[in-house]
């Protein structure tokens, strides 16, 4: 199968609304969770603490779901660690065995990176859980080659 | 206890600081950055210092300023909060430290009586795994094979309250069960699954169960 690399324009659009939704709504609805944990110290009626218990697990149940976006947009761990810690970050909450192997870690620029780490977390979004993906990482003229292969778990 | 907070969204650290100090804390500085903190409790000691894994100096500041604070001072109990519950991020907490460290999600921390258990065990010296990290991590293949399909109902919840760092009373106390129970439970999870070390040294222990589920995980 042939991956098409995600071109820097939309690398750099994806970061960025990831981070927006870290900095703004992520931010902003876990205070809002700290502010109720707040107000639940001055009560003591045992029903209202309940209910408010109860819309802190909702407000979590939100940021969870702004997690899986903010994580399918652009995954945390490729900002700070780059390409292989990245993907098996992804491929780890997917349920997917991955290996990386070959040159992942050689000096590649942090575009070439994104670009590449994108295209195959994109992929690994797609598989099944528990299909076993390899990815093979090796260095091409001014370039990095990226080879996917993949094994299902069982059929039927 | 004394504490000290250093996260760059002002928003969740305002609230935390209140929250801090309805449950008793004494906050002792709240900084925007990883080197306002180092300065802060280089000169004024607190028994645990709450870091934001993403603030500045970027990418992951947190991660940085608290290896600077450990070791600094060594004492001081370490608390990373993060947006996203990620296993490296996990491995690389307990790079820095693997006694009086945690690592939960920000909104998890949002009551006083987690806060106070979170502060509490980490200031005693624990380390303290977000629970939802470790409950991705113990759960079982869907095509229930392998030693974790093998572990009965009860060890596989005493698995996932080793992986969250707990100790042997904490395990006996969330599960209803006596400490000796958990303590043959534990025997037998180290025994199927293979893991090496004495299951009695807390820390040791935690590491070894996160290096086999994570390895369970993701190695292809």
Redesign the interface.
């Known amino acids: 199968m042939r991956l098409r690399p995600v071109d820097p324009a939309t690398c750099e659009l994806r970061r960025g609304l990831e981070r927006d939704l870290n900095d703004g709504p992520a931010q902003r609805v876990a205070a809002l969770s700290v502010e109720l944990g707040l107000l639940s110290v001055d009560l003591t009626d045992p029903a209202l603490t309940g209910r408010i218990a109860g819309l802190q697990c909702a407000l979590d149940t939100v940021l969870a779901e702004l997690r899986e976006i903010g994580g399918a947009l652009y995954p945390p761990v490729l900002t700070s660690d780059g390409f292989g810690p990245a993907l098996h970050a992804v491929a780890e909450r997917r349920g997917v065995a991955l290996a990386v192997r070959g040159e992942a870690r050689e000096g590649y620029d942090v575009d070439t990176q994104a670009a590449a780490c994108l295209a195959v977390a994109d992929h690994l979004r797609s598989v099944p859980p528990e299909t076993r993906v390899g990815v093979r990482v090796s260095r091409g003229l001014g370039s990095m080659r990226v080879h996917v292969t993949e094994e299902r778990a069982t059929c039927g | 206890m004394r504490v000290a907070i250093a996260d760059d969204?002002a928003?969740?650290r305002e609230?935390?600081v209140?929250?801090l100090r309805?449950?008793g804390h004494e906050v002792v500085a709240s900084v925007s950055d990883g080197d306002q903190l180092v300065a802060s409790v280089s000169a004024d000691p607190v028994d645990v210092a709450i870091l934001d894994i993403?603030m500045p100096p970027e990418?992951?500041g947190g991660?940085t300023t608290a290896e600077r604070v450990r070791a600094l001072r060594p004492e001081t109990g370490l608390l990373l909060l993060s947006?996203?519950a990620?296993?490296?991020?996990l491995m690389r907490v307990l790079e820095i430290g693997t006694e009086g460290i945690g690592y939960r999600?920000?909104?998890?921390v949002?009551?006083?009586q987690v806060?106070d258990d979170t502060l509490t065990r980490i200031a005693a010296g624990e380390i303290v795994i977000e629970p939802s990290l470790a409950k991705?991590l113990v759960?079982r293949?869907?095509?229930g094979d392998g030693p974790v399909a093998a572990l009965t109902e009860r060890e596989h919840d005493v698995l996932r309250l080793m992986a969250e760092g707990r100790t042997n009373n904490a395990i006996a106390k969330e599960l209803f069960i006596s400490a000796k129970a958990v303590e043959k439970h534990i025997a037998a999870i180290f025994t199927k699954l293979g893991l090496p070390g004495d299951p009695t040294v807390n820390h040791r222990r935690v590491l070894a169960v996160l290096a086999y589920l994570?390895a369970r995980?993701?190695?292809?």
């Open positions: 969204g928003l969740f609230g935390l209140m929250l309805a449950a993403r990418p992951d991660l947006h996203y990620e296993t490296h991020y999600l920000k909104e998890r949002a009551g006083v806060l991705r759960e293949p869907a095509s994570r995980r993701i190695d292809g």
